[in-house]
């Protein structure tokens, strides 16, 4: 029988199953007997006949209808002229939840009520295909409920009548199948990280988004490519005699390579390789050129150090000063204003040539008052400052927008400016703040000299102190030097053990230093329990953990975690402030100094760094600000790592709590006005707050503002909707609620409700650590709370297809048609390709009737998304 396909990409056959009949046709209550047997059905041409003795029409007859009644698949006999069945196997029954024998009494056009159309268009391709037409269809059971199956029928002629033999599978289990397949795929398509697949001959099959970004081509440019075009001849002669062999030996390799980008630019790049059953690798691409630019600046700072010293004036300083700038962060607007006693002002001294073009035709001041001017007042607050260019600013007539301050202690100030929307990256921001801690002692160093030149009679006082000062500067190059090769260790590090133990070994290998711990506060054995040290034995790690803390007896680590500030403790006469297996080991060491420095991160605290010192000038305000940036960093990448274990860890910990206490300020107004919340999403802002979107049932919008007046953590509550039954209303806060609380400590909202009863919240954090962490938190600032459960959930990994059919499968037909038409046609390009006029007029439907299904699927799609 040969096999044809239709315009559809449907199979059928030209040749139906017939029989010899009488005329009359057959009615409805027919039963299978009456139709003839599957004996009665065909005409054999003998190529297909089974030597000898063949079995009678009865046992066949039987054989067909055991076959009939014990299939998988549901069977019906559809006499498609009076929308009847005629017969139906118990699975069919069983599909539909009818009883044995009732389908039918059911018509066709029943089952399919949803889509009678569809149903009828089917039945047409089925007769003139006449054999193996297959669609899916949707169904309606006798409950009412609905499913999807794939209906595949054949036409069969028995007595001269016409009637359609129909197999029912159910396809709901496959389409979840489908569905979870695309979900973990759009997930690995979204990663940041480059992820690729090669097949058995080094050929890609997949590249995400992020892979083909890395190396600068498109994706469909890389499929079916050899790996090769994306490295050099060195490179591809490595893999093959070292990683390759590795890799298929033990299964994975690691480590870094230097790829070539479509343009012809290299970069270097972490590179994870996996073999895979099937002879194929799994490639994990990382970009480090951030991480080496930051190398290289530290590296090039630590050389500016070096010219500073050497410069011979505070002019020479400033150009220096404005040149690294430029070269090292390459912010081309850079100035450096000295303070000048007599005036009391701070006077223009280095300009960056850009800086010069820029302000040239504007005639500025040489000088800015310190009491009246903001370069005056950045000098006085010691701090850096970022100021936005006013309106009466004169600055306002070019193009620069912002201006970054930078105080050199009492010597003056280093500014630099940006152009649009830029702002001043934070790691920037820290290094300007130890070039000007340099170029700040490098101005002290040219005054210090200045003055010696001046007073020759005081020459061997000025001396020693010129070398004191040398030595202090040679201190504060190797404590430079030292906190790079910390934050170069803390970078590498994968995990919150590993940046915990590099710190303290990095620390204490150096010279400078005796040894370093950390500890973490931990609020039911209410002391510092220690997690990693250096340059100490265990012993005394267990000691520190074994202190029984009072409030007359805390050392400086639980000042720095309870405060939040550094604390420096020098000399015998404060060693009491340290706890006292600490005391007893620094004392024997030579001690000198020590320094107690918080680890926290937008009011996340991960516990304190202890640094002990042998030298009297240890933890100056250039070190001490180094320490300062030290542990924001060391915080800064704690949290990241956090977050990171949150995004991909394959199961988190899940916590559910329930609370009464009113210090938060949902369950104090829910209590107040009688009312119930139910949080729907949260915005964190530029400003470090957060928008919390909440769905208020039983008050209203103006009444829940009311009494919000006057809260200090309440910055704005905002009507989204208002209608009788629930309003959406947005609330802005700085701090003063429970979520605000465990999302600032790393923790991820499921869901919260709120009522007069009280609050209940489920969220979640990577590890049982984190989850003990943050709940001794929470409950020591809501005291009112009750952990109702605490339970780890795995996270299933979504592909790439399940992904796309969660966001697609809720589109109609419709819908999807404009939508995609819209988006080929370049109506959503800048400027646009069409209008939607011209979209729709080439989809023979109104402007109106285009706008209205593009809306509706871009609703569905950002629903999909973002709940």
């Known amino acids: 029988m040969k096999d044809e396909q239709d315009s559809g990409g449907r199979r059928r056959r030209d040749e139906r199953v017939t029989a010899d009949a009488p005329p009359g046709g057959v009615e409805r209550t027919e039963t299978l007997e009456r139709l003839g047997t599957p004996a009665s059905v065909g005409a054999s041409d003998g190529r297909n006949d089974h030597p000898g003795p063949k079995p009678d029409a009865d046992a066949l007859a039987d054989l067909y209808r055991t076959v009939f009644e014990a299939a998988d698949d549901g069977v019906l006999l559809v006499d498609v002229?009076?929308?009847?069945?005629?017969?139906?196997?118990?699975?069919?029954?069983?599909?539909?939840?009818?009883?044995?024998?009732?389908?039918?009494?059911?018509?066709?056009?029943?089952?399919?009520?949803?889509?009678?159309?569809?149903?009828?268009?089917?039945?047409?391709n089925a007769l003139r295909a006449g054999d193996g037409w297959t669609e899916e269809l949707t169904c309606t059971r006798r409950d009412g409920s609905t499913f999807v199956a794939e209906v595949a029928a054949s036409v069969v002629d028995v007595r001269g009548r016409t009637y359609l033999l129909a197999l029912l599978r159910d396809t709901t289990d496959r389409r979840a199948f489908e569905r979870e397949l695309a979900d973990r795929w759009l997930a690995v398509d979204a990663a940041t990280e480059g992820i690729a697949q090669l097949d058995v001959d080094g050929e890609f099959t997949y590249v995400n988004g992020a892979f083909a970004a890395l190396f600068g081509y498109a994706r469909d440019a890389l499929l079916g490519q050899g790996w090769q075009g994306l490295y050099d001849e060195a490179t591809q002669e490595r893999f093959s005699n070292q990683t390759q062999p590795a890799l298929f030996d033990i299964g994975s390799w690691r480590g870094e390579a230097v790829g070539v980008r479509a343009d012809g630019t290299t970069f270097p790049h972490e590179l994870s390789l996996t073999a895979l059953d099937d002879g194929g690798v799994l490639c994990i691409v990382r970009d480090v050129s951030e991480r080496r630019r930051r190398e290289r600046?530290?590296?090039?700072?630590?050389?500016?150090?070096?010219?500073?010293?050497?410069?011979?004036?505070?002019?020479?300083?400033?150009?220096?000063?404005?040149?690294?700038?430029e070269e090292l962060l390459g912010y081309s607007l850079a100035g450096v204003a000295m303070y000048d006693?007599?005036?009391?002002?701070?006077?223009?001294?280095?300009?960056?040539?850009?800086?010069?073009?820029?302000?040239?035709?504007?005639?500025?001041?040489?000088?800015?008052?310190?009491?009246?001017?903001?370069?005056?007042?950045?000098?006085?607050?010691?701090?850096?400052?970022?100021?936005?260019?006013?309106?009466?600013?004169p600055l306002s007539q070019t193009p620069i927008t912002q201006v970054l301050l930078v105080p050199l202690a009492e010597h003056g100030i280093l500014g630099v400016g940006t152009y649009g929307d830029e702002g001043f990256d934070r790691s920037d921001v820290a290094l300007l703040e130890v070039l000007a801690a340099n170029v700040a002692a490098a101005l002290g160093r040219a005054g210090r000299e200045a003055e010696l030149t001046?007073?020759?009679?005081?020459?061997?006082?000025?001396?020693?102190?010129?070398?004191?000062?040398?030595?202090?500067?040679?201190?504060?190059?190797?404590?430079?030097?030292?906190?790079?090769?910390?934050?170069?260790?803390?970078?590498?590090?994968?995990?919150?053990?590993?940046?915990?133990?590099?710190?303290?070994?990095?620390?204490?290998?150096?010279?400078?230093?005796h040894f370093a711990w950390i500890g973490e506060y931990s609020a039911d054995r209410g002391r510092i329990v220690p997690r990693a040290g250096a340059g100490v034995g265990p012993s005394l790690l267990d000691e520190i953990a074994d202190i029984v803390v009072t409030?007359?007896?805390?050392?400086?680590?639980?000042?720095?975690?309870?405060?939040?500030?550094?604390?420096?403790?020098?000399?015998?006469?404060?060693?009491?402030?340290?706890?006292?297996?600490?005391?007893?080991?620094?004392?024997?060491?030579?001690?000198?100094?020590?320094?107690?420095?918080?680890?926290?991160?937008?009011?996340?605290?991960?516990?304190?760094?202890?640094?002990?010192?042998?030298?009297?000038?240890?933890?100056?305000e250039y070190e001490l600000a180094t320490?300062?940036?030290?542990?924001?960093?060391?915080?800064?990448?704690?949290?990241?790592?956090?977050?990171?274990?949150?995004?991909?860890?394959?199961?988190?910990?899940?916590?559910?709590?329930?609370?009464?206490?009113?210090?938060?300020?949902?369950?104090?107004?829910?209590?107040?006005?009688?009312?119930?919340?139910?949080?729907?999403?949260?915005?964190?802002?530029?400003?470090?707050?957060?928008?919390?979107?909440?769905?208020?049932?039983?008050?209203?919008?103006?009444?829940?503002?009311?009494?919000?007046?006057?809260?200090?953590?309440?910055?704005?509550?905002?009507?989204?909707?208002?209608?009788?039954?629930?309003?959406?209303?947005?609330?802005?806060?700085?701090?003063?609620?429970?979520?605000?609380?465990?999302?600032?400590?790393?923790?991820?909202?499921?869901?919260?409700?709120?009522?007069?009863t009280g609050t209940r919240l489920r969220f979640e954090v990577p590890s049982r650590d984190d989850a003990r962490s943050v709940v001794e938190a929470f409950l020591d600032t809501y005291p009112d709370t009750t952990v109702v459960a605490i339970r780890e959930q795995d996270r299933p990994v979504r592909s790439l297809s399940e992904l796309r059919g969660q966001f697609l499968g809720s589109l109609t037909e419709r819908q999807r048609t404009c939508l995609t038409s819209a988006y080929l046609e370049g109506y959503y390009d800048w400027p646009r390709r069409s209008s939607a006029e011209e979209v729709a007029a080439r989809l023979g439907i109104s402007s109106a009737t285009f706008h209205q299904h593009v809306r509706l699927a871009e609703e569905k799609l950002l629903r999909a998304l973002l709940d």
Do not use: W
Not at 87 to 110: I, M
Not at 112 to 123: K, Q
């Open 297 to 325: 600046q530290l590296e090039a700072l630590s050389e500016v150090s070096g010219y500073l010293l050497t410069a011979g004036s505070t002019g020479e300083i400033g150009e220096i000063a404005v040149a690294a700038v």
């Open 341 to 393: 006693a007599e005036t009391d002002s701070l006077e223009l001294t280095a300009l960056s040539r850009e800086l010069d073009r820029v302000i040239d035709p504007l005639d500025p001041p040489d000088s800015f008052d310190v009491e009246g001017t903001e370069v005056g007042q950045a000098y006085r607050g010691g701090k850096p400052t970022v100021t936005l260019v006013g309106e009466d600013d």
């Open 627 to 756: 320490f300062e940036m030290l542990g924001d960093l060391v915080g800064f990448t704690l949290r990241a790592e956090n977050d990171r274990n949150l995004l991909y860890a394959d199961s988190v910990v899940e916590v559910e709590v329930r609370s009464t206490d009113r210090s938060s300020f949902f369950v104090d107004a829910a209590s107040s006005l009688g009312c119930r919340m139910r949080f729907v999403g949260i915005v964190p802002t530029d400003e470090g707050h957060q928008k919390l979107y909440a769905l208020l049932e039983g008050a209203t919008v103006d009444g829940l503002a009311e009494f919000a007046t006057g809260m200090p953590h309440v910055r704005a509550v905002e009507a989204i909707d208002e209608n009788a039954v629930d309003s959406l209303v947005v609330v802005t806060l700085s701090g003063g609620s429970m979520t605000y609380d465990l999302t600032e400590r790393g923790a991820h909202i499921l869901d919260a409700e709120v009522d007069s």
């Open 454 to 513: 001046a007073a020759r009679t005081e020459l061997a006082a000025q001396r020693d102190e010129l070398l004191e000062q040398r030595d202090a500067q040679r201190t504060l190059l190797d404590v430079s030097a030292l906190a790079r090769e910390v934050v170069d260790g803390v970078v590498d590090a994968r995990s919150r053990a590993d940046i915990e133990r590099v710190v303290c070994e990095r620390l204490a290998a150096s010279e400078l230093y």
């Open 81 to 124: 002229a009076a929308d009847a069945f005629l017969t139906a196997n118990p699975r069919a029954c069983d599909l539909l939840g009818y009883p044995d024998g009732e389908l039918v009494d059911v018509s066709p056009t029943t089952v399919h009520a949803d889509d009678v159309a569809r149903y009828r268009e089917f039945v047409a």
């Open 551 to 620: 409030e007359g007896a805390r050392g400086a680590a639980d000042v720095a975690v309870e405060t939040g500030e550094v604390q420096v403790v020098r000399g015998i006469g404060e060693v009491d402030r340290l706890h006292e297996p600490v005391r007893r080991e620094a004392l024997e060491r030579g001690f000198e100094a020590a320094i107690a420095v918080p680890l926290s991160y937008h009011g996340r605290d991960y516990g304190a760094l202890v640094v002990v010192a042998g030298r009297e000038d240890a933890f100056d």
